[in-house]
């Protein structure tokens, strides 16, 4: 089972800021088959990146996403409000598939 | 739009069994797995197994084996996950999500997430 790391745990910025997340696997995810989801407080996860670096649908140009192997990155250039949420991580090339425990993006 | 509507909040007593469904609208029900992933209060993600609609083919993590059924009915378009033998442990909110068969694929979308309280 591959298992996500995510850091920092809790990130503290101002809206205007950049936020650079990471997330760690324990085993190389083969074909960069990692994606990204944000969830806000009582609602169900929303995708924002496939692939390691692909936006899907929607999803403003602010959100990027990079890495390949075991380390991978979001990006979030400029912190919109409504962008303070908990960013997971997932693998998806292997199974069990897996989850990062989660960052969470905070007000400063 | 694509869709997936969920069952309303369920309580149960320990050693008793939950089914949630899931339905499905928008799109062609046996074109998609189902996944189910669930989430305890307050942690992270939790993937329980996965569905095949158009074969009924499911896997299931290790740690739900023999606890967990997946099944379909197409005429309605509906997914159900039943969880049996509860614990406390269980109370979380269970989610349905879509992927593409037979490949490595995300999850999208997302129903909005069943609660199941587990309490004596």
Not at chain 1, 21 to 27: D, I
Not at chain 1, 41 to 66: H, K, M, N, V
Not at chain 2, 71 to 90: G, V
Request: glycine share 10%; net charge positive.
């Amino acid at each position: 089972e591959i298992v996500l790391t995510q850091s920092p745990g809790t990130l503290s910025l101002s809206p205007g800021e950049r936020a650079t997340l990471s997330c760690r696997a324990s085993q190389s995810v083969s074909s960069s088959y990692l994606a990204w989801y944000q969830q806000k407080p009582g609602q169900a996860p929303r995708l924002l990146i496939y692939g390691a670096s692909s936006r899907a649908t929607g999803i403003p140009d602010r959100f990027s996403g990079s890495g390949s192997g075991t380390d991978f990155t979001l990006t979030i250039s400029r912190l919109e409000p409504e962008d303070f949420a908990v960013y997971y991580c997932q693998q998806y090339g292997s199974s069990p598939r897996t989850f990062g425990p989660g960052t969470k993006v905070d007000i400063k | 739009q694509v869709q997936l509507v969920q069952s309303g909040a369920e309580v149960k007593k320990p050693g008793a069994s939950v089914k949630v469904s899931c339905k499905a609208s928008g799109y062609t029900f046996t074109s998609y797995d189902i996944n189910w992933v669930r989430q305890a209060t307050g942690q992270g993600l939790e993937w329980m197994g996965w569905m095949n609609p158009n074969s009924g083919n499911t896997g299931y993590a290790q740690k739900f084996q023999g606890r967990v059924t997946m099944t379909r009915n197409t005429s309605i378009s509906t997914a159900y996950m039943e969880l049996s033998s509860l614990r406390s442990e269980d109370t979380a909110v269970y989610y349905c999500a879509n992927s593409v068969p037979a490949a490595n694929h995300w999850f999208d979308p997302w129903g909005q997430g069943t609660l199941v309280t587990v309490s004596s």
